[in-house]
């Protein structure tokens, strides 16, 4: 089945600096990606939709210039968290979607980063 | 707004019981509900859910769509400890405007499974 790749998987980073995660889907080409956010005890929250070749979709309230994302290919988007605060601290989830994907829509989610901003 | 609401937020049973977790949702241009299995990290795929009253099971596991009354429901039969987990119910929509579709989670139930 489809596979998403995401790394690192956890991070520790000082206040002011920037860190950049990976979404890589292993075995598809992927379109269309998405970056998650989660807080403890609560649900995944939509932050952009990564488009490949152009330029991502944020939701409402999530600053472009803070969460940066780029999508160069059909296997990569990269999110990179720039001037990282404490509370820009979580759980960041990456998904892709196979357009093959018939069972399940094609919705492949990573395994996550946890970011500590200290 | 595209809403998706989860009960209970948690749950906590015995081993051998059977749980009834539910999902209801006002969504704009609704396409699919899907449930996912969160323990510590990624969600797992469990069912995708597209007609009305179509039970979709998976061993232990069944799930149906009531798409008159916006709802849905996930059964778990002789739950294991192996079953705690976050459950999560997500909707997927056509965006009205940006192109393409996007899944709205619920908050989450919380199961818990003791011996």
């Known amino acids: 089945g489809a596979v998403v790749s995401q790394h690192p998987s956890w991070v520790i980073c000082k206040s002011g600096t920037s860190v950049k995660i990976e979404c890589r889907s292993l075995?598809?080409?992927?379109?269309?990606m998405f970056w998650y956010r989660q807080f403890p005890k609560q649900s995944l929250m939509l932050m952009a939709t990564s488009n490949e070749g152009s330029k991502a979709t944020y939701e409402q309230g999530v600053e472009k210039d803070k969460f940066l994302i780029n999508h160069a290919s059909l296997t990569l988007s990269t999110l990179t968290v720039t001037s990282a605060h404490p509370e820009d601290s979580s759980f960041y989830i990456c998904s892709a979607r196979d357009l093959w994907g018939f069972d399940d829509n094609g919705y492949t989610f990573g395994s996550g980063t946890r970011l500590t901003v200290v | 707004e595209d809403k998706v609401v989860q009960s209970p937020l948690s749950l906590v049973v015995h081993e051998g019981d059977t749980v009834t977790l539910n999902c209801s949702y006002e969504v704009t241009n609704f396409r699919s509900l899907l449930w996912y299995k969160q323990e510590k990290k990624a969600p797992t795929f469990l069912f995708m859910l597209?007609?009305?009253?179509i039970e979709k099971k998976s061993g232990r596991l069944s799930s149906i769509l009531d798409k008159k009354e916006l709802f849905s429901i996930l059964n778990i039969t002789a739950t294991q400890t192996g079953d705690s987990a976050i459950y999560l119910c997500?909707?997927?929509?056509?965006?009205?405007?940006?192109?393409?579709?996007?899944?709205?989670f619920g908050t989450g139930t919380q199961l818990k499974v003791e011996l």
């Open positions: 597209t007609s009305s009253g």
């Open positions: 075995d598809f080409q992927a379109t269309t």
């Open positions: 997500a909707v997927e929509a056509v965006r009205i405007t940006g192109g393409g579709n996007k899944l709205t």
